[in-house]
């Protein structure tokens, strides 16, 4: 038992009776103990936190290559575009 769970068996002892009490507070602790096993899953750690950090960089890089691919793309297209309409103006 740890200290909140003595407390509450003291409290409990007076009211209830000894033995309500160690029962009761045993079943407060097998509930608590159940909440914290369902929860513990759940919880993100340090390295589930630098994984999904890591996942995230990488994304993000990949994502960096492919904007700048279709700049590229895009800046030639213009380019050609500009060429274009300069040789018109300039045959006229």
């Known amino acids: 038992m740890q200290v909140s769970e003595i407390e509450l ?3 409990l002892k007076d009211k209830v009776g000894e033995e309500e009490a160690k029962t009761l507070t045993e079943y407060i ?3 608590v103990e159940k909440q914290f ?3 513990k899953d759940v919880l993100a750690t340090k390295q589930d936190l ?3 950090k890591g996942e995230i960089r990488l ?3 990949n994502h960096k290559a492919e904007i700048i691919k279709w700049m590229f793309i895009f800046w030639v297209g213009q ?3 500009m060429i274009a309409i300069a040789e018109l103006i300039i045959k006229r």
Request: proline fraction near 0%; charged fraction near 40%.
């Open 9 to 11: 068996f003291r409290i």
């Open 29 to 31: 602790e097998t509930k």
């Open 37 to 39: 096993e369902i929860k």
């Open 50 to 52: 630098a994984e999904l």
């Open 59 to 61: 994304e993000m890089a």
């Open 79 to 81: 380019l050609a575009a």
